[in-house]
């Protein structure tokens, strides 16, 4: 605000003109009407009843200029320092009219003291030059108070916004700091659970391999044993074989024998029978078929005696070749089971693992999360105070020289209460618009 647009206004002297023009002025003027006649054909517009409406209407661009400038306006008409100054306009016509009253009242009355009367209006007249030029110096003084206390209050004010500046870009990088190392801190962990992870997956992949090679291990013994037995069995049965050809050989040659002997028995009965007929004695007869009839007798036992023991040897080797087999079976379903559940156990720990490396990666992206949220919703906060700061700013800047602060307010307390206490209608004279 400046100090010289509040000083004590006086109204404009009226200016008088010259009705007469040279030549070269009055083409001048006519010139002048002409652009200001083709000014108004371009600005106005028909109203309905066919008259020409020359109100300036703004076009969209210039619609904020005007309502800014319509806004200062009437900031300017409705302020107080209007008041004052047409306070002040109505006390100095007030003061003038009274005056002039006097000195004309004076003139009337005593004309014959005129150098008295000059002396004691040259003296009013020098009193309030000179109280005029003391309440000027006053008004100057006061606005050069509200001046130094103005540029104060903006230099505290800017100090204050430089202090938060600072404050808030501290707050800003020691939070970005403790971010940054709360994330080193969580990829160090991770980084550490991950290797723990791995490794204990490497020992139960180990320890799987050397259970697998027991298991392969056992299954060669197992496999050796079945063979050596095999081989036993095939021995046995190379041997039993052997033993049933010596057998089968001695039956065929004491079949052979028996025939041989009954062919003799045959032989030595047809001789009998020649030799009974031929009167022979009866009893040697009977004693020799007796002994060939014990004989073929105990041959036929001995022979059924040997096809029970090949009966009995095929079924035990029928049966030996089952349980085998069956063992062989067992061992494979039993390895086999017991693969199937070392994979299930396998499968279900690194399904566990996985739910837990997920579950630690969901909170840990969930917390980021949570901290950016925050991150942003405080520098949305920062931005809206700035903002509004940034509003207070422009409005104060909009106002602060036209509306009073409230130093001016206090100290023209009384002249606000006069003021209200008799001007009307305030009018603006030295308050400037634009």
Not at 3 to 27: C, D, F, I
């Amino acid at each position: 605000m400046r100090a010289e647009n509040w000083g004590p206004s006086v109204l404009p002297e009226k200016k008088e003109y010259s009705t007469r023009q040279s030549s070269g002025a009055m083409r001048e003027t006519t010139r002048q009407q002409r652009a200001a006649m083709a000014a108004l054909a371009r600005t106005s517009q028909l109203a309905s009843n066919g008259e020409v409406r020359t109100v300036f209407i703004p076009t969209r661009e210039q619609m904020p200029v005007c309502a800014e400038a319509g806004e200062r306006r009437g900031n300017v008409y409705n302020s107080e320092w209007a008041l004052l100054d047409t306070l002040e306009v109505n006390l100095f016509m007030s003061e003038k009219d009274k005056r002039t009253k006097a000195a004309r009242e004076a003139a009337a009355a005593q004309r014959a003291a005129l150098d008295e009367q000059a002396v004691t209006v040259q003296q009013a007249k020098h009193a309030a030059l000179a109280a005029k030029a003391a309440e000027l110096a006053e008004a100057n003084a006061l606005a050069e108070l509200a001046k130094a206390d103005e540029k104060r209050k903006m230099a505290e004010q800017r100090e204050a916004n430089m202090r938060i500046k600072q404050e808030r870009e501290a707050m800003l990088a020691d939070a970005r700091s403790r971010r940054e190392a709360d994330l080193a801190f969580r990829r160090e962990e991770a980084a550490k659970l991950v290797a723990a992870a791995q490794a204990g997956l490497e020992a139960d992949r180990r320890a799987a391999e050397a259970k697998m090679a027991a298991l392969r291990d056992e299954a060669a013994r197992t496999l050796a044993d079945n063979a050596e037995r095999l081989a036993a069995r095939k021995a046995a049965e190379a041997q039993q074989k052997l033993d049933d050809f010596e057998t089968s050989k001695r039956m065929i040659e004491a079949r052979e024998a028996a025939e041989r002997a009954r062919d003799g028995q045959a032989a030595a009965f047809a001789a009998m029978v020649a030799a009974r007929a031929r009167g022979a004695g009866q009893k040697a007869y009977d004693d020799k078929l007796a002994r060939l009839e014990r004989e073929d007798r105990l041959v036929q036992e001995a022979l059924r005696e040997t096809e029970r023991k090949e009966a009995a040897r095929a079924a035990w080797e029928a049966q030996r070749k089952v349980q085998l087999r069956t063992d062989l079976v067992a061992g494979n379903e039993e390895i086999k089971r017991q693969k199937a559940a070392r994979l299930a156990a396998e499968a279900e720990q690194a399904a566990r693992e996985r739910a837990l490396a997920e579950a630690r990666s969901a909170a840990e992206k969930a917390e980021a999360e949570r901290a950016l949220a925050a991150a942003k919703d405080k520098v949305a906060a920062i931005k809206r105070v700035q903002a509004a700061q940034a509003d207070e700013a422009r409005i104060r800047v909009r106002t602060d020289d036209v509306f009073m602060t409230d130093t001016e307010r206090r100290l023209n307390k009384a002249l606000l209460e006069q003021a209200v206490a008799t001007v009307v209608a305030p009018k603006q004279y030295s308050v400037r618009l634009y």
